[in-house]
């Protein structure tokens, strides 16, 4: 994007035409900060020139329409010491409830937990572990009134980092992508089971703060859950923290859902920017930063995450903490996963643009190899799944896979504090990762 400075000759008649339409309320600031300098001259040059503006008028048109789509009328905002406004929505008129579906409807109570819900592994691994339940935006002492959703306003700013409107608040599209694939510019390293049926997952991952080499590139932990093939028809549900410049500009952890029913193609999103993740809770906004962050070799904070199938409706319900109920995600988002999952995930995923044509330097995790251990490694602990009965049990023949070991590495293991674990992350580009 080019400075402010840059500027374009606007004809008189065109210049009229901005200033008359209050609904594309386009500054003059704006169409130059948006604005590319051009090198051609003569009449091609001309042309160009007179013919931005008109583009950047449809560009800020889509842009308010888009935003009086995910925005709701608010009873209250807060306004959040990160600079992120929360608006405090009728859980009513949250953008779930645009779909036909759910048209006249309010959002469901919980369903019971899965059993053995309440056992829980020590803290151990030789430090202390604090959990994260808490909000930038809770410093300031205010709170959303009952009957209402906490939701982080998506701004102007927001959508014009965004690489495409179309696409915004969605993942990059990914063709035949499969767990173990780099190709599209994604690597992982992760601990999954997909030897049975499952309906749900759970775990605590610790939250840190990894340095992005490129503001397009992002840097998440989460919980997976998925089902169908590694093509076309691929569901997922997914859950966690995340660093992303592009979607949320800046470089806080945030708390993240996303979901798809073909393989990131068209359908799903990030947060609330698509008709789809149903929020029941005042206390929690979806896409803002969480905090306090994990120190190197120093205490440690993290997240407890679960997803799980309610027996009875079938909809996929999410936690966070203990006893936190976020919302849900209606079963009939999904095909396969209106059933049940037959994989679930939990680790890392950066996106490797390779800038300057080498590997990014965006880390993962802490931005520390696994190698390093406790309070100085990111972390997923206590990972356990929902099997067909409603059961929450330990995540059984658990294998580990990591698309670079030089770049992002993983380590599992068991104990009677951790039960299943593993240290996971690293980097990016260094000596091992050219």
Known sequence: MASCS???FVPFLLLMFLLSSPPVNVSAAALASNSEPSSRSGAAGNATARLRPGKEVLKYKRIRALLKKLNKPSVKTIRSPDGDFIDCVPSHLQPAFDHPKLKDQKPLDPPERPKNYNFTIAEGGGGTVGEVVVQAWHATGEACPEGTVAMRRTTE????RASSLRR???KPARRGVRHDSTSSGHEHAVGYVNSEQYYGAKASVNVWSPRIGDPSEFSLSQIWVISGSFGN??????AGWQISPELYGDSNPRFFTYWTTDAYQETGCYNHNCRGFVQTTNKIAIGAAITPESVYNGRQFDITLMIWKDPKHGHWWLELGQGLVVGYWPSYLFTHLARHSNMVQ????VVNTQPSGSHTATQMGSGHFPSEGFDRAAYFRNL???DWDNNLIPA???????DHTGCYDIQGGSNAEWGS???YGGPGRNVKCP
Request: no cysteine; net charge negative.
């Open 168 to 170: 915004y608040g969605r």
């Open 396 to 402: 059984a023949n658990l294998k580990i896979l990591a």
């Open 384 to 386: 356990q799944v929902v």
């Open 157 to 160: 700013e927001d959508m014009l």
């Open 421 to 423: 674990y593993f240290y």
């Open 233 to 238: 028809d691929l569901n997922t549900i997914e």
């Open 6 to 8: 840059s500027f374009y």
């Open 346 to 349: 939990f680790g890392g995923e």
